[in-house]
């Protein structure tokens, strides 16, 4: 696995599945505990031949020390760089010869590393996956080789201003708390790590009580149970002690400016959101999708680029953490367009949550968010994810097919109460990287 994993918010880390009433397009998912005691969740798909792995690691760059941010991202750059009996060639060509995928994502609060194999490579592939998690080298010639690349991605996010925006938005709202930490680090941070803190970080978090494992492929059960176990049952009992505080979301709201001479300005906006065990989740997915989630059919999308021509996109996301929940969007327009773009989203903020959504739109909402899930489900890759954020949420195994009676279950009662909750224009922090014009500072 070559390059770094950038994780900038969540809409990644957002878990929601549409679903068909009828149906659920995949296999029930079974329990499946190894010899060793590991805990599988596992949906069979006889029919191709690939065997799909997602590992998730409780603890995310949030963990990363406050003088290392990036660490836990280095490791994840280093998975095919060498590990066991196997300098960084030898691995690397192990994988290329098998077509063996072999990757790793750092967010906030949850490590994923993917394993994707052709079904008669299997023991290889997961004997290759144990060695990378419990015996990588950390040679000094390969750690410098993407220590190199690392510093090259920061270099470029320096120049991107998408990246810049949503940097400096996370930066603003947590200040101190560790999601302020930028997944990549830091120039200054990523000189100064050390093989020995990337063998310590290994050594801390990839253990056995904080992990979590969604597999999809054409084994049976109990040849999954055998496979994990080679690939798994020798990591450490127990992870590092750790714990990331409750974030407070300022209570105010404010925009702030990074002046680029661009042609178009970049905007990121947010509110305090809600989390993914909260009640009005469901409530408030429903009303994010009529205000900016929707696409084409949005009210942002109307307002802002269909009759006024403002934008390209414009969109909102619920993006729930462990430790806050965010309702954040982004919309990009040109200088002089930027004041009347927020004028515009505040202006929509504020009149959904004093007037309701109509029945019509609630109907949409649902037909929509109930009927696209197979899109969702169209690999084992994305089968494997699933299962793991299924574990991590705490949503129960059969998830898949309760999944959409929640949605159904939402109420106009319930959207106005969700709206007023959550929607408050006076508490939205901005972002601006560009050069808008015509526009205050000074509060919002």
């Known amino acids: 696995m070559r390059g770094t994993f950038l994780s900038l918010i969540f809409v990644l880390c957002l878990f929601v599945l549409p679903a068909t009433p009828s149906a659920v397009p995949v296999a029930p998912v079974e329990r499946v505990v190894t010899p060793a005691g590991i805990e599988i969740w596992y949906v069979r798909e006889p029919n191709i031949p690939v065997i799909s792995v997602s590992l998730g690691f409780r603890g995310g760059t949030a963990l990363d020390p406050a003088d290392k941010p990036g660490l836990t991202n280095f ?4 998975l095919d760089e060498g590990a066991g009996d196997l300098d960084s060639l030898a691995f690397q060509q192990a994988v290329v010869d098998r077509s063996i995928q072999l990757s790793g994502k750092a967010g906030r609060d ?4 993917g394993l994707k194999t052709l079904s008669r490579h299997r023991d290889e592939a997961f004997r290759l996956l144990g060695l990378a998690l419990r015996d990588a080298h950390y040679a000094a010639e390969p750690v410098e080789r993407v220590r190199r690349q690392i510093l090259n991605t920061l270099a470029n996010e320096e120049r991107n201003p998408r990246t810049i925006a949503a940097r400096d938005w996370f ?28 063998k310590t970080w290994a050594k801390d978090r990839f253990a056995l009580d904080n992990l979590i494992v969604g597999v999809s492929g054409d084994v049976t059960p109990e040849e999954i149970a055998r496979l994990v176990d080679i690939a798994l049952a020798g990591l450490p009992a127990r992870a590092a002690s750790s714990n990331v505080p409750e974030a407070v979301f300022p209570e105010s709201g404010a925009t702030q400016v990074v002046r680029l001479p661009l042609m178009q300005s970049i905007v990121v906006f947010g509110l305090p959101g809600i989390k993914r065990d909260d009640p009005d989740f469901y409530a408030a ?8 989630g929707g696409g084409f059919t949005s009210r942002l999308y109307q307002e802002v ?4 021509g403002l934008a390209y996109s414009v969109y909102s996301y619920l993006a729930p953490l462990e430790r806050a929940g965010l309702y954040m969007g982004g919309v990009a327009t040109r200088n002089n367009g930027v004041t009347e773009s927020l004028d515009i989203i505040r202006a929509e903020i504020a009149r959904l949550a004093a007037q309701n959504i109509s029945a019509a739109e609630l109907s949409m909402a649902k037909q929509y968010l109930t009927g696209a899930f197979p899109l969702r489900l169209d690999t084992g890759d994305k089968i494997a994810r699933i299962l793991v954020q299924m574990q991590f949420e705490n949503l129960g195994i059969d998830y898949l097919i309760r999944r959409n009676s929640y949605i159904e279950a ?16 006076d508490r939205m922090r901005v972002v601006i990287v560009g050069d808008p014009e015509h526009l205050s500072v000074d509060g919002h």
């Open 75 to 78: 490791v994840l750059g280093l």
């Open 410 to 425: 939402v109420t106009l009662d319930d959207t106005g109460r969700v709206a007023q909750r959550l929607l408050d224009p």
């Open 285 to 292: 997915y429903v009303v994010n999708y009529i205000l900016g």
């Open 171 to 198: 930066s603003d709202v947590f200040a101190e708390h560790p999601y302020s930490r930028r997944a990549n680090g830091t120039d200054e941070a990523v000189r100064a790590i050390t093989p020995e803190d990337l």
């Open 305 to 308: 680029r269909e009759k006024r």
């Open 110 to 113: 949850l490590v994923t590393v």
